[in-house]
Each structure stands twice: as C-alpha cells, then as structure tokens.
C-alpha cells in the first residue's frame, strides 16, 4: 500500500469513468453544500449574488480583473534562461524559423538599449567584468555574493515565486513543556477571558480580550499559573482579540455599544457578547 | 489564520485536537511539529484531524469556545472537502469532484470575508487552479472518450518526477543536457517506461 501522497490508479476503488460524472453537476452541489455549511455556522452567503457581477470568478474573488497570487511581472527564473538562450544560440546557423527569430532580436535590442544607457565604467572595473571576483583594498570578494549580502532577502537568484507559495513552517519546532500538575494551581488557560485598558488616540477604554496567545519567557505556552501572572517580574506576555459587548436596554430593543463615546447606563452592570470581535 | 473574525493559531489548535478521541497530547505535538516539514503523509494527517473537528460535541463549550469551534469546524470541512478527493479511494468520481466544488465555494467566501488572513494569495490562486483544472481535465475526457477513466490522482507531479528522473538516470555522471540530447533522453525515457510494463501513468507495478 503506498502511502496518500502517492496513489496509484490501480489503488482506486470507486467509480470514475468520466462518463459517470456530470461536471455541472458536480459543480453545482458542491455549490449548495458549501452554502449550506456556511449557513450552519452564521456566515451569510449567497453565492448566486457573488457571481452576478460578470468580472467575479474563483480566480478572480474581487472583481476588477485582479488575480490574487498571479504575478505580472515576467518570472525572474524564466527571464534568466531566455537571456542566455539568446546568447549561446547567436552562432548557431538559422534555423528557418522566422518568427522565432523576429522575436529573438526584439528582446536582443532590448538588452543593448539597457546597457547603453548606463554610464560608462572606469577601466579598472571593465578590466574586471570578466571574472567572478572583485578587488578592493586588497581584498578579494565574489560578486555574486556580494550581491546577495546587500541585496538581502530579495535577492534571490532562481525564480522567488515558488517558495512564496509555501506557507512557512517554522524550521524550529515550538519547544513544548512537559505538562505541569494541574491538581491545586489556578491557572490562567489559552482562550480565557482578561481585561485591560485600551488607548486608541487620545481615548482611553476598558476592553475584554479571549485571549489568543500566551508567551512565556520567549516560548508559546497553553497555560500560565495565575500567581505567576499577577507578579510583575514575572516575564509572561498575553495577546488577545476584542470581544464586541453590547449592554441590554430596557426601554427599546436596539443595543447599545459599548464604546468610548457611549458609556453604558449606570443602572445596568450586565453586558452582553454579540458574538462578535471588534478591530480598533 | 483568521476565520469568521477568530484568530486560529497553532496553540489554539493544539487545545482543541486534544478534545479528539483518538488523539493524544504526543501525537497531537507530532502532527504540529514535524521534524522533516515537508513530510507529506503526517501533513495530511493533521490536515484530516483538523477535518475531525467537524463531528465534536460542542454542548460543553462556553460561547467564546463555540465561536472558536465554529472557526476549526469551518476550516475543518474546508480541509476535509480539499482532501478527500485525493485520498479516500472510495470515492466516485462525482463525489470527488463535488468535494471539490464544495472546496472552491467554501474558498472563494473565506477569502473574499479575511483576505489574505485566511490564506496568502499565492496559495488561494494556485488551490483554485488546482480545481479549475481537475474540472478542465474532466470535460477534456468527456470529449476524448467518457467511458475512459479519470484519475485525479494523476494530476499530481509524481509522473513528471518519474520522467525526470529517468531521463537524468540515462546522463549518468554526463547529467546536463542540451536541446537535442533532451529530446533523445526524453524519447528513450518513454520507451522505457513503456518497456518496463510500467506505463506511463505507472499503472501497474
């Protein structure tokens, strides 16, 4: 049995001649299948209003002809062997292909025209063009080295674009602690509830997190003692996501915010969680 | 990865995979933390144990819990549907297909409502081609011959990794290859394919 990354046809039980499959109607229940799961988790969605607007597609989820992950810019990797392509075929005899060789030219000239532009080099550094290194005070350094030294992260000799399409994994796995005793300690768990003030501007307001991350001492951790925290020496960092609170009104049925500029009735000391988190 | 306004994170996730009958605290740390990244097999294992999430029993949770759930449980049948067709060898080719139209739709509306917090726009376009294209390949057959198969199986890299690699196998040391001598090595790698009873799709073993 190979492993789920390598199936093989001969390994597949069900039907799939391409006779037994409608694409339209495959399509169209996976259509109502994902609108019905998003429904049943409250996110509303009609894809029927979605694909409307003539410029919306799956590859174009905005509309305006923009295709998210596709560059326009011409593949760096690809531009790289065209350019000595050009080169190492120049003394090869024509080939008769005419339209090949139209096009060979155009992109030739263009080149030329770049490099005419730049200002001349000194006659030291056109003495050195040739060769992999370059001298200074003395000292020998590869070019191509240099170049990625000060270019940095973005100077990347094959095409960039592949790697981008990975979602990094992070190359050093997070060290996970042995599980400390949970009997007799109060603790403070990841998704717990805190509160703190908030200073957006000039205002400043009490806010209530669900807590998304803990760091401890430099590393991620689930749960952090609820003594420790309240220590100030303790080295313990939590972020965390607004929560949306609205306070119940007796009088009318619309809520109020709670917000800076609205500050809750004093009468009422209950506040309700719409569900939602807010961004400030 | 931001979900229906829920940040999801790896700790988050380990929390709530735990909550899985058949999952424990190692093997939970084993899925996150692979020691090769690029190992495929236990990517889809965690792939899939985020798909479980789907069947757990939510009536313990407090209602910053259930928001959160909610999020995994949307990720997980988008996972699920992304999966399946390429893994449960029990499908039809309508349901795999189907699956995958679910992925597409249930796709296009996360990234239209969390942009690139749910995912980078390299990986939204490449997995919506990745659909685009299984469909183009099913219409592609219908027209060739419907009562052939279609294997979406085959639509991987494995068999241009094959090709590769018996074409540099013929280079030996002498690898690199000019236009000429790639067409020649080419030729040869599909007699050999072919010779080796092994076909091209790598049918039979």
């Given at each position: 049995?190979?492993?789920?990354?390598?199936?093989?046809?001969?390994?597949?039980?069900?039907?799939?001649?391409?006779?037994?499959?409608?694409?339209?109607?495959?399509?169209?229940?996976?259509?109502?299948?994902?609108?019905?799961?998003?429904?049943?988790?409250?996110?509303?969605?009609?894809?029927?209003?979605?694909?409307?607007?003539?410029?919306?597609?799956?590859?174009?989820?905005?509309?305006?002809?923009?295709?998210?992950?596709?560059?326009?810019?011409?593949?760096?990797?690809?531009?790289?062997?065209?350019?000595?392509?050009?080169?190492?075929?120049?003394?090869?005899?024509?080939?008769?292909?005419?339209?090949?060789?139209?096009?060979?030219?155009?992109?030739?000239?263009?080149?030329?025209?770049?490099?005419?532009?730049?200002?001349?080099?000194?006659?030291?550094?056109?003495?050195?063009?040739?060769?992999?290194?370059?001298?200074?005070?003395?000292?020998?350094?590869?070019?191509?080295?240099?170049?990625?030294?000060?270019?940095?992260?973005?100077?990347?000799?094959?095409?960039?674009?592949?790697?981008?399409?990975?979602?990094?994994?992070?190359?050093?796995?997070?060290?996970?602690?042995?599980?400390?005793?949970?009997?007799?300690?109060?603790?403070?768990?990841?998704?717990?509830?805190?509160?703190?003030?908030?200073?957006?501007?000039?205002?400043?307001?009490?806010?209530?997190?669900?807590?998304?991350?803990?760091?401890?001492?430099?590393?991620?951790?689930?749960?952090?003692?609820?003594?420790?925290?309240?220590?100030?020496?303790?080295?313990?960092?939590?972020?965390?996501?607004?929560?949306?609170?609205?306070?119940?009104?007796?009088?009318?049925?619309?809520?109020?915010?709670?917000?800076?500029?609205?500050?809750?009735?004093?009468?009422?000391?209950?506040?309700?969680?719409?569900?939602?988190?807010?961004?400030? | 990865?931001?979900?229906?306004?829920?940040?999801?994170?790896?700790?988050?996730?380990?929390?709530?995979?735990?909550?899985?009958?058949?999952?424990?605290?190692?093997?939970?740390?084993?899925?996150?933390?692979?020691?090769?990244?690029?190992?495929?097999?236990?990517?889809?294992?965690?792939?899939?144990?985020?798909?479980?999430?789907?069947?757990?029993?939510?009536?313990?949770?407090?209602?910053?819990?259930?928001?959160?759930?909610?999020?995994?449980?949307?990720?997980?049948?988008?996972?699920?549907?992304?999966?399946?067709?390429?893994?449960?060898?029990?499908?039809?080719?309508?349901?795999?297909?189907?699956?995958?139209?679910?992925?597409?739709?249930?796709?296009?509306?996360?990234?239209?409502?969390?942009?690139?917090?749910?995912?980078?726009?390299?990986?939204?376009?490449?997995?919506?081609?990745?659909?685009?294209?299984?469909?183009?390949?099913?219409?592609k057959q219908i027209l060739l011959d419907p009562s052939q198969g279609v294997f979406l199986t085959l639509s991987g890299d494995d068999r241009l990794e094959n090709l590769f690699g018996r074409v540099r196998m013929q280079g030996a040391h002498n690898c690199s290859v000019d236009l000429k001598t790639l067409m020649d090595r080419l030729a040869a790698a599909m007699d050999l394919c072919v010779s080796t009873h092994h076909g091209i799709r790598d049918t039979v073993d």
């Amino acid at each position: 049995m190979e492993h789920c990354d390598h199936l093989k046809p001969a390994a597949w039980k069900g039907e799939i001649s391409a006779h037994g499959c409608n694409p339209h109607t495959a399509w169209s229940s996976g259509c109502a299948r994902a609108e019905s799961v998003l429904r049943s988790y409250h996110v509303p969605v009609h894809y029927t209003d979605i694909f409307s607007h003539s410029d919306i597609d799956m590859l174009r989820p905005f509309g305006g002809g923009v295709y998210p992950g596709i560059s326009t810019d011409p593949d760096p990797s690809v531009g790289v062997i065209s350019e000595t392509v050009s080169d190492s075929h120049a003394p090869v005899e024509d080939d008769g292909d005419e339209d090949f060789e139209d096009e060979n030219d155009i992109e030739v000239n263009v080149n030329m025209d770049d490099i005419l532009d730049e200002p001349p080099a000194s006659p030291e550094l056109e003495g050195q063009a040739g060769d992999d290194w370059i001298e200074h005070d003395g000292h020998k350094f590869h070019k191509s080295s240099l170049l990625r030294i000060i270019f940095g992260l973005y100077f990347v000799p094959k095409s960039k674009e592949r790697l981008e399409r990975v979602r990094a994994y992070t190359m050093e796995p997070s060290k996970v602690e042995a599980d400390e005793p949970l009997v007799g300690v109060s603790l403070f768990v990841l998704g717990d509830l805190f509160t703190a003030l908030v200073r957006t501007g000039q205002t400043v307001a009490l806010a209530v997190f669900q807590s998304t991350s803990i760091t401890h001492k430099g590393r991620k951790v689930t749960s952090v003692s609820a003594a420790e925290l309240v220590l100030e020496g303790s080295d313990i960092n939590i972020s965390g996501q607004v929560l949306h609170l609205v306070t119940p009104s007796t009088a009318s049925t619309t809520f109020l915010e709670l917000s800076p500029y609205n500050s809750p009735p004093s009468h009422s000391h209950t506040l309700f969680w719409t569900g939602d988190f807010n961004a400030l | 990865m931001v979900i229906n306004d829920v940040i999801i994170n790896c700790v988050i996730l380990e929390q709530y995979l735990i909550l899985l009958p058949n999952q424990t605290g190692d093997s939970i740390t084993k899925l996150l933390n692979p020691a090769d990244p690029q190992d495929v097999p236990r990517a889809i294992e965690l792939i899939r144990a985020v798909g479980d999430l789907q069947s757990l029993d939510k009536s313990a949770f407090n209602p910053s819990q259930l928001k959160t759930i909610e999020a995994l449980q949307i990720i997980g049948t988008l996972f699920h549907a992304m999966t399946e067709p390429f893994v449960n060898a029990e499908l039809s080719l309508l349901e795999q297909m189907t699956y995958l139209s679910e992925f597409a739709h249930l796709s296009l509306v996360l990234y239209r409502l969390n942009g690139t917090s749910y995912m980078s726009n390299q990986l939204y376009g490449d997995s919506q081609v990745m659909v685009k294209n299984a469909f183009f390949y099913l219409a592609k057959q219908i027209l060739l011959d419907p009562s052939q198969g279609v294997f979406l199986t085959l639509s991987g890299d494995d068999r241009l990794e094959n090709l590769f690699g018996r074409v540099r196998m013929q280079g030996a040391h002498n690898c690199s290859v000019d236009l000429k001598t790639l067409m020649d090595r080419l030729a040869a790698a599909m007699d050999l394919c072919v010779s080796t009873h092994h076909g091209i799709r790598d049918t039979v073993d």
